[in-house]
């Protein structure tokens, strides 16, 4: 049983440029969360995807955009980069039903922003 | 912000029972306490979570006291892999918000 994927592993983007990174939800759940992790940092929730529709947002700019496939897959969108978007991205995936609802996460995106 | 107080580190001799405390004095009725653990450069990973109950998996038990104001992780034989950033985080369940709010955590040294 496949745990929660992303691509790619690492990227190193300019600033200015615009960038997406991918997701894959274990097997069987059909709600997918994303959080961004500074250096030093806990990760911070961005915004969390359920039934294609953004379902709750955290404090961040619209810079940051997502979006949710049929097959429960998502996207993370970041336009218009800045030096402190450099960060690990953080996918989780999870089950909404109820007290079943626990958040498993993938290995991250490394993203440098130069 | 995150509704959790954590030491900011702990150590632990290998073999010997690790336990990790956190405090959540301002927990609601309706919300569970959660453990992860985050190995430098690694995608947190789900321990353990309870509501009122004390609760054991294999990974580790869970401790929460009656008034529910503060818990301990306890990792019963740690080993040299144990070695991680702990968090400890209080949430509602799905349908009332999702979203895990992280705080700095407890880094635990697991040392030969």
């Known amino acids: 049983d496949a745990g929660v994927t992303q691509s790619p592993t690492h990227l190193i983007k300019t600033r200015g440029q615009q960038v997406t990174l991918r997701c894959s939800p274990k097997?069987?759940?059909?709600?997918v969360s994303w959080y961004q992790q500074a250096l030093g940092q806990g990760p911070q929730f961005i915004f969390q995807?359920?039934?294609?529709?953004?379902?709750q947002r955290g404090n961040f700019p619209d810079r940051f955009s997502g979006h949710q496939f049929p097959n429960y897959s998502s996207e993370l969108n970041v336009n218009a980069l800045l030096l402190g978007d450099s960060a690990l991205y953080l996918c989780?995936?999870?089950?909404?039903?109820?007290?079943?609802?626990?958040?498993?996460f993938g290995p991250g995106t490394r993203l440098t922003v130069l | 912000d995150a509704k959790t107080t954590q030491p900011p580190s702990m150590d632990c001799a290998e073999g010997r029972a690790a336990n990790l405390p956190c405090n959540h004095s301002?927990?609601?009725?309706?919300?569970?306490v959660y453990w992860y653990r985050q190995i430098h450069s690694q995608g947190p990973q789900y321990i353990i979570h309870?509501?009122?109950n004390n609760e054991t998996n294999e990974m580790a038990s869970l401790i929460i006291t009656e008034d529910r104001k503060s818990s301990t992780l306890i990792l019963p034989h740690a080993t040299l892999r144990d070695t991680a950033v702990y968090y400890c985080?209080?949430?509602?369940?799905?349908?009332?918000?999702?979203?895990?709010?992280f705080g700095q955590g407890t880094e635990l040294s697991v040392k030969p």
């Open positions: 989780a995936s999870s089950l909404a039903s109820g007290v079943r609802d626990t958040q498993y």
């Open positions: 097997s069987g759940h059909d709600t």
């Open positions: 995807y359920y039934e294609e529709e953004e379902r």
């Open positions: 301002t927990i609601s009725g309706n919300e569970y």
């Open positions: 309870g509501l009122k």
């Open positions: 985080i209080v949430r509602v369940l799905y349908n009332q918000g999702g979203k895990l709010i």
